[in-house]
């Protein structure tokens, strides 16, 4: 019988990236039973087809209260704890259900303000009595949570990756197709930017850069559409909204722009390498390794 693995994330993008790809790869080696808890929210989305096509169970939950309840009743063997949102409720369940439990850590981290500096603080301290292992996406995580009191044998530095298969540089013929689905003309110069929460990814500082440059820029704004907003005074900008294939945006564009204030090992950034695009990037740790 195969270990019962429940996957629980506060992931409500509509778009589902990398972290969803990862899942549904894992999924495929059919080594484990597979399920994902997410947000009632996520049943629309069309990644929530594609997981279960590749094998994922998905359940929904619309409180942390459904969040608990649920992973105790489903009795996993492992609970693989995604992001930070849910981690309580987890830490419930799982000891409800006797479940192993890993928390896995996505996003950079930063302190702000003392009050949210000691709710951290009193969350990593509770999480250390009963979290089993840690998996970091990046070495300044790793070395956040030693200093938080997490013992080094917990901890797992667990790198991002994506299919370079999927992810590489354009044929001609590709290039020119993936251009015109985005009305970029011989000869524009075009960046992606790729910003969920505007001020977190700095749409802010994209704009005050590109007001700079004398050189005109097409900007291809893989986001919601506040993000196009805060762009508009610094150049012409293609709300692309969410994609459901975000390499069409890649092999459209001459660079990405990351110019965020919090980042961690972004998807967005390794898919666009892969794709052959240079970055223009804030020198956080998880970007600059």
């Known amino acids: ?13 509509p778009a589902g990236g990398g972290f969803v790809s990862a899942l549904a790869h894992l999924a495929r080696r059919d080594a484990f039973d597979t399920a994902l808890l997410c947000p009632v929210a996520c049943k629309s989305y069309e990644w929530t087809r594609a997981l279960s096509a590749a094998g994922v169970r998905l ?31 987890a830490m419930v369940g799982s000891a409800s259900a006797r479940a192993r439990l890993a928390w896995h850590l996505h996003s950079g981290v930063t302190e702000s303000g003392r009050l949210r500096g000691l709710g951290r603080r009193v969350k990593y301290a509770g999480a250390r009595r009963v ?8 070495p300044d995580i790793v070395a956040y949570l030693r200093g938080h009191g997490v013992p080094p044998d917990r901890l797992t530095e667990l790198p991002n990756g994506v299919d370079l298969e999927r992810f590489r540089p354009p044929l001609a013929r590709e290039r020119v197709v993936a251009r015109a689905r985005f009305d970029l003309h011989p000869g524009e110069r075009a960046i992606a ?13 994209l704009a005050a850069a590109l007001d700079a440059t004398a050189r005109p820029f097409r900007v291809v704004a893989v986001a919601p559409s506040q993000n196009s907003i805060a762009l508009l005074g610094a150049g012409r900008v293609i709300d692309a909204g969410y994609l459901a294939d975000v390499r069409e945006a890649l092999w459209a564009c001459d660079a990405i722009a990351l110019p965020s204030r919090v980042e961690s090992v972004t998807y967005a950034l390794l898919e666009a390498r892969a794709c052959g695009l240079p970055a223009v990037a804030t020198p956080l740790a998880g970007i600059v390794r």
């Open 131 to 138: 979290v089993e292992r840690f998996f970091c996406v990046s």
């Open 1 to 13: 019988m195969k270990p019962r693995v429940l996957h629980v994330a506060a992931f409500a993008n």
């Open 59 to 89: 359940s929904y939950a619309a409180t942390p209260f459904d969040v608990a309840g649920t992973v105790a009743r489903f009795g996993p063997s492992i609970v693989h704890a995604h992001f930070a949102d849910w981690m309580l409720p």
């Open 193 to 205: 930017f790729f910003g969920r929460d505007s001020l977190v990814k700095g749409a802010d500082r």
